[in-house]
């Protein structure tokens, strides 16, 4: 048996536009999962967002470039909304506008539930399977908070 033989796609692609009820607690709990993501990760930048609304962040983005990170990666699930992958994985450049200034970035983008992603600003000098292995944790520990 091949390696890739033990794993099935899912039958249909994530529900991305179904919103999230979000707890009360739910941003602060999160806050500390997206903060041991970053750190996991060299201090990388990770947003937890839904629908293009940053709901946590951690990492060395100010509050502009965290809001447009949120709109690149809900872009980039909208743009795949009918594949059958729970995670995706772009290089993006955008522009923020200001004299020039551009945010150019490896985005790695894990669904967590309905329309909520955790992605990561993820720096090349980091591996693909760390920065892919510490985001199924943090994915995982998400999803464990909704339920709660």
Do not use: C
């Not at 033990?6 to 179904?18: G, N, T, V």
């Not at 947003?47 to 965290?66: D, F, N, R, T």
């Not at 980039?76 to 506008?97: C, I, K, M, S, Y």
Request: overall charge negative; glycine content about 8%; cysteine-free.
């Amino acid at each position: 048996m091949f390696f890739w033989e033990r794993y099935q796609l899912p039958e249909s692609p994530p529900a991305i536009d179904e919103p999230v009820q979000i707890p009360a607690g739910y941003p602060q709990d999160a806050k500390g999962v997206v903060a041991a993501l970053s750190r996991a990760l060299d201090g990388a930048p990770v947003v937890l967002a839904q629908h293009g609304q940053a709901i946590a962040s951690a990492g060395p983005l100010s509050e502009q470039a965290v809001a447009q990170f949120a709109r690149i990666v809900d872009r980039l699930w909208r743009d795949g909304a009918n594949q059958l992958a729970r995670e995706v994985l772009r290089f993006e450049e955008e522009d923020l506008g200001e004299e020039g200034q551009s945010l150019t970035v490896m985005t790695y983008s894990a669904h967590v539930a309905g329309g909520l992603t955790v992605s990561v600003g993820w720096q090349a000098d980091t591996p693909l399977t760390q920065v892919r292995a510490e985001a199924a944790e943090a994915r995982q520990r998400l999803q464990i908070l909704l339920e709660e």
